[in-house]
């Protein structure tokens, strides 16, 4: 079905294209996402934004006149195998790449697109990423410096925390993240009294806990996923440690409240707001489109950052006249104030993303969730 | 079939199969490679497995050690790539037989427990970024391609040929290795310990150098593969690629070298081509590694006894 | 006559029991040795603790008038000290062959990585000691056999195969543990005209038996032994004669032999 | 004093469900020197059938204790039976074979009830209801102890002695610990082995049903690959317990709960388990046989 109503825009974008559109080569978008594996629903959701894209453009007449062709590679969430999925969309000729959805995949396709020229644009946010400072580089998504940063200044100057802990998982995101909370809270000018790591999955969290405990902790900064910031939450509860639980936007989830039962309440998350909750009218357009087109609402805020890649490639297409990667990698680096699906934002010379929404939410008794700070956007 | 006749069929076989760019799409030229270190690693488990008869639950660490040796000498000293290849090795042994030589001793059951001990050490090691060279869980991204008479073996195609050409030379060890008398006191050890070491084998000697020599060949397995995904994490060192090791020489095999060449397709090969059932996957895996266990508990091509 | 191996004292406890106590003997170049006593008696762990399996808790072990206590098996081996066991340890997986090519490992010069790079001077060594292995075989009467698994033949033959696999090493010293047990009237009668063919060789024979015929025919000197402890010493006419060894073992010499 | 207090608390409820768990390992090794690596699965099982009758049952009425009662009954009915049936299917085909190939039949084994687990209820992490035991707790020297962890510790000591008492005061007992000992020997003694081996599958998963039962309720969350993880620090707590030794996977058990909880209370969370395999290894080195286990000379 997805491929009739593909098959029709293409027959259409020829149509109001012409004879010149026929004679010219498409434009190759490559899409490196996990469709398989543990983050099938994201890398799907990744998929579906930039067909989805790409058909609205090749309605409208393609880019310069020549049609966008989508080619997807699995990359299962895997280094391994984002490493072939790289090199396969290197050899199919894309001129950019969006996805990968997890830092560690798009971290080892990173070299290869790098070295062939290729612009990567993903929502990857591991500083990691940017440490070879490769000019193909392009993160769509807020990095974790910049939630560090919000974080760091709600628990210190909002709140007014004395002593916070600060707890992370050992995968790549979760390390990254709680470091630079971390530095950032000692920037801002508070007192970090622990860190320590949690093997995810390991569910017995009350040694480390009990530790924190004879601190005396305000609050304790969590930055992994919800199944063990659900669990953390409880099992303070049951020693009767009582600090602020915040947890990094990997807990936003539903199934944190469910696991920390009663206690989930007042704990406090870290996030920027789901899709539908966007102010932008050019998100709500998109979400209302994807909607339409695949029946569900897209995953997660990350399928509108690499949407916003994706736009933000298109636009650098046009405006530049051509595909040479020098000067859309140029045009890319130097645009300003760019209008995505998620916020004004622009890239510095390392391809990091500068401007971001992040807001803290409070998980209340329902397990619902209320904004505390900022005001709601847009209110 | 004798050996020398299937030796030659061994040959031929391997000399089609680097026609496989040739004849296939980049996805499988992709796959093959990934084999065929997957396979020179599994050909390292089965000398101390399969061969030594030693209980090694751990397997992953040396392919890792590999990897990281060349990731780290490679990003962070700036060694070209295929000078680093001699010190994974090394590196690689070393550990291999450091860490085996106390604990030799230690019946089989206990052995494996002590290396699945080693395999989770090692990845915390990794994670926690040790003097800050390791990359903690992220690992380390970056890794250059090897370059060859100033040629850059960039392509895939290339990395193919270089992967299948070291293990047409692990496969020549391995021939060579059934052949010496090395070999053959792995053998008599894997079959009685006491009777080999009263006809003179130094056992334990011996099961430290298969140890090693095993650990080695991963390590330089862990070469290829850090040049094949240019980076590497701990993740792909995990226990379970130690688990799946081990069943791949028990599968396939102890000691035949079709044996582990067919467990290594089984485990990383037929996953691809049944890539629209991924969840079914490992279910049947399951189900097949019982069945086969049960039908044919010596492999699906068990050593020929008569060597 | 010089003494090849001699016990100084030799002690070995497991647990609570004592399985060796104090024992002292000598076992001369060039002679057949029995050491005999009643189940249990300690004779096996007298092997062990010879060929290096047990270490002894107290005393000596002597070769060629050095110590050798407590070295370990490979390292008795080296200094050309063969055995048998009591329940036949062929390699299951191997060929009469492969077994018996085993017994020469020590002769083998090359190094291990000799052997991986399959170097030339490898490979020309390797045919010398199967061409050795292959005359040893014939020698035994094993030359028909040779390609087939060596726990596949019937026991009597198994049992050669062993004895051809300690033999190819051209031991100084062959430690034989219950020979006869398993073999037929007819194997066990052929079995007086082997061990002397091995004593013709040179090699001094040193062994545990049952079977009084073969003992008392075959042997120089016997060595009887019962709870760990000596408690005779001489040739087949003495031990036969001497009360100690009647009360003790040749009383119930009836038993042994309805025994298996 | 109160944070040594409470790391003893916490070690202890874990260490009370490792030793449930590490018993299953070390009865089957015991008889058939077999490391049954599929056991953490089962036991996981154990926990999600238990959690499918509290949701089932939670529909209208109260979460009573006759509810909970009933989901440990089904669980540890079920779980005995898989016990049995996983014996008849991956291991009495092997018992002759070389013991590798029941190693890897096991694994295969545990690979198809962990996969088999996320095909039924899927791969999300599912969470326990709230409110199945009452929310009390106790202060104890400057520590708390919960409803939940004493219900734990002390039904695994109950259960742990009951095994022991059965084991080494019954008839059937001492058939196991003879078969234990020498399976032939047992057999000319006119022992049904058989049924032995029988039992110890059906003894084995019956108590890793309960362990993993208690793992859901007092973490309030199953997820299917769990058993690999409680599967392994049992199987380490058998093996520190000397393996194949019953007291000692008890010991072993409640000694890996408090290791854990004191390496990663006073030392670093980060490196519990290096930590944990650390201390293992070196026991290893110097009792190669474990704590409790017999030295055994080989027979030559």
């Known amino acids: 079905m997805r491929k009739t109503y593909l098959g029709a825009a293409c027959a259409l974008g020829l149509l109001a294209g012409g004879m010149q559109a026929r004679a010219a080569a498409p434009i190759v978008i490559g899409v490196q996402a996990p469709i398989t594996g543990a983050y099938a629903e994201e890398g799907q959701g990744i998929e579906n934004a930039v067909k989805l894209l790409a058909a609205e453009q090749n309605a409208k007449g393609g880019l310069l006149g020549r049609q966008i062709e989508v080619k997807v590679c699995d990359d299962e969430g895997e280094a391994a195998q984002a490493a072939i999925c790289a090199r396969q969309l290197v050899s199919a000729h894309a001129i950019a790449v969006i996805g990968s959805y997890t830092s560690g995949a798009a971290l080892a396709a990173e070299p290869i697109y790098a070295r062939a020229n290729v612009i990567q644009t993903s929502d990857g946010t591991s500083d990691q990423l940017l440490a070879k400072g490769y000019k193909t580089w392009f993160g769509n998504a807020a990095p974790n410096s910049a939630e560090a940063e919000f974080t760091a200044k709600y628990l210190v100057s909002v709140r007014g925390f004395k002593r916070i802990a600060v707890l992370s998982d050992h995968s790549s995101f979760a390390t990254g993240l709680a470091q630079a909370v971390e530095q950032d809270l000692k920037a801002a000018g508070g007192n970090v009294v622990a860190t320590d790591y949690i093997n995810a999955g390991s569910q017995n969290f009350t040694p480390v806990l009990t530790r924190l405990k004879a601190l005396n902790p305000d609050a304790i900064y969590f930055s992994g996923y919800y199944s063990d910031g659900g669990l953390i939450r409880a099992q303070m509860q049951q020693l009767g440690l009582n600090a602020v639980f915040v947890g990094g936007d990997a807990n936003q989830n539903t199934a944190f409240a469910k696991i920390a039962g009663p206690a989930a309440a007042g704990s406090i998350i870290i996030n920027v707001p789901a899709p539908q909750d966007l102010p932008y009218p050019a998100a709500k357009e998109f979400v209302a489109s994807y909607q339409k087109q695949y029946g569900s609402l897209p995953p997660s805020v990350f399928t509108l950052t690499n949407a916003d890649g994706l736009r933000a490639v298109m636009q650098a297409v046009e405006k530049t006249g051509g595909t040479d990667p020098d000067r859309l990698e140029a045009y890319l680096h130097s645009l300003k104030d760019f209008q995505g699906l998620t916020g004004t934002f622009s890239w510095n010379e390392k391809g990091e993303r500068i401007g971001s929404p992040f807001v803290a939410f409070e998980v209340q008794g329902d397990g619902g969730y209320k904004i505390l700070y900022p005001a709601a956007p847009g209110s | 079939m004798s050996a020398t006749r299937m030796g030659l069929a061994g040959g031929l076989a391997w000399l089609l199969c680097l026609a496989i760019p040739a004849l296939a799409g980049s996805a499988w030229v992709a796959i093959f490679a990934t084999f065929a270190i997957y396979a020179i690693t599994a050909l390292s488990e089965d000398i101390i497995l399969g061969r030594a008869g030693i209980y090694d639950m751990g397997h992953a660490v040396y392919l890792g050690i590999g990897a990281y040796a060349t990731a780290i000498l490679n990003t962070a000293f700036g060694w070209p790539i295929l000078a680093t290849i001699p010190a994974a090795i090394l590196a690689a042994a070393l550990a291999g037989g450091l860490l085996s030589a106390p604990l030799i001793r230690l019946r089989g059951d206990y052995l494996l427990v002590a290396t699945i001990g080693f395999n989770a050490i090692f990845i915390l090691v990794m994670q926690n970024d040790p003097g800050g060279i390791t990359g903690g869980s992220d690992g380390i991204a970056g890794i250059d391609v090897p370059a060859l008479f100033g040629w850059q073996l960039a392509s895939q195609n290339a990395l193919f040929w270089l992967d299948w050409g070291v293990l047409g030379l692990a496969l020549l060890l391995m021939r060579n290795l059934d052949r010496c008398e090395f070999g053959r006191a792995l053998r008599y050890i894997k079959q009685d310990q006491l009777a080999a070491a009263t006809l003179g084998v130094d056992t334990r000697r011996v099961k430290t150098l298969a140890f090693a020599l095993g650990a080695g060949l991963a390590g330089l397995a862990g070469s290829l593969f850090a040049v094949q995904l240019s980076s590497v994490s701990p993740s792909s060192f995990v226990f379970t690629e130690s688990v799946t090791l081990f069943a791949i020489v028990i599968v396939g095999g102890p000691g035949s070298i079709p044996g582990v060449l067919l467990g290594a397709a089984l485990m990383f090969v037929v996953p691809e081509i049944f890539r629209d059932f991924a969840q079914y996957r490992y279910f049947v895996f399951g189900i097949a590694m019982i069945a086969v266990m049960v039908l044919r508990p010596q492999g699906l091509w068990p050593r020929r006894r008569a060597a | ?260 | 004093m109160g944070t040594f207090i409470q790391q003893l608390i916490n070690g202890l409820t874990v260490g009370g469900v490792y030793a449930l768990i590490a018993l299953g390992y070390t009865m089957v090794y015991g008889v058939l020197r077999l490391i049954n690596f599929a056991h953490g699965d089962l036991c996981i099982l154990g926990a999600f059938i238990g959690l499918t009758v509290l949701t089932g049952g939670l529909g209208g009425g109260h979460p009573g204790a006759a509810l909970l009662a009933l989901a440990f009954i089904a669980a540890i009915i079920a779980i005995a039976i898989a016990g049995v049936l996983l014996e008849i299917i991956a291991y009495r085909p092997l018992r002759r074979a070389d013991r590798l190939a029941a190693v890897v039949s096991a694994l295969g084994a545990s690979m198809l009830i962990e996969n088999g687990i996320m095909l039924i209820w899927g791969p999300d992490v599912h969470v326990f209801p709230p409110d199945l035991l009452p929310k009390t707790s106790w202060r104890v020297a400057g520590a708390a102890i919960s409803f939940t962890q004493l219900m734990i510790i002390l039904i695994s000591c109950a259960l742990m002695a009951a095994l022991y008492g059965f084991v080494n005061h019954t008839r059937f007992g001492t058939a196991i610990r003879a078969a234990a000992i020498d399976q032939d020997a047992a057999r000319l003694m006119g022992i049904n082995v058989n049924r032995v081996i029988g039992s110890v599958f059906v003894i084995g998963p019956a108590l890793g049903a309960v362990g993993g039962l208690f793992i859901g309720v007092y973490y309030r969350e199953a997820y299917f690959t769990m058993g690999w993880t409680y599967g392994l620090s049992a199987f380490i707590a058998a093996i520190l317990g000397g393996i194949g030794n019953i007291p000692g996977a008890m010991l072993g058990g409640v000694l890996l709960g408090l290791f854990n909880a004191f390496a990663a209370g006073y030392v670093s969370s980060s490196w519990q388990d290096a930590i944990t395999f650390l201390l293992l290894i070196a026991i290893l080195i110097l009792r190669p046989t474990g704590l409790l286990g017999e030295r055994v000379a080989e027979k030559v």
Do not use: C
């Open chain 3, 1 to 260: 006559m010089t003494r090849l191996l001699e016990l100084r004292g030799v002690s070995k406890s497991f647990g609570g029991l004592r399985a060796v106590d104090d024992l002292s003997f000598a076992v001369e170049e060039g002679h057949i040795v029995g050491l005999i006593g009643p189940n249990g008696a300690g004779k096996s762990t007298v092997f062990n603790l010879i060929t290096g399996v047990y270490r002894p808790d107290a005393g000596q072990v002597l070769w060629r008038g050095r110590e050798i206590t407590g070295a370990a098996p490979h390292a008795v081996a080296a200094l050309g000290i063969r055995r048998t066991f009591q329940t036949i340890r062929l390699f299951g997986e191997m060929t009469v062959f492969e077994n018996v090519r085993a017994g020469i490992h020590l002769r083998a010069r090359q190094r291990w990585w000799q052997g991986v790079l399959g170097l030339p001077a490898q490979r020309r060594e390797e045919e010398r000691l199967a061409a050795e292995t292959r005359a040893v075989l014939a020698r035994l009467g094993l030359a028909d056999v040779a390609d087939k698994p060596a726990t596949g033949l019937p026991y009597g033959l198994q049992r050669r195969v062993e004895l051809a696999r300690t033999l190819v090493a051209g031991p100084a010293l062959i430690i034989l543990d219950e020979p006869a047990a398993g073999l037929n009237e007819a194997e066990s009668a052929a079995l007086n005209e082997t061990i002397f063919g091995i004593r013709d060789q040179g090699i001094t024979v040193l062994l545990v038996e049952h079977d009084m015929n073969v003992v008392m025919n075959v042997t120089d000197h016997i060595v009887v032994i019962n709870f760990g402890r000596k408690i005779a010493e001489g040739n087949a006419g003495a031990i036969r004669a001497d009360p100690a060894v009647v009360e003790a073992y040749l009383g119930r010499a009836g038993d042994e032999e309805a025994a298996p």
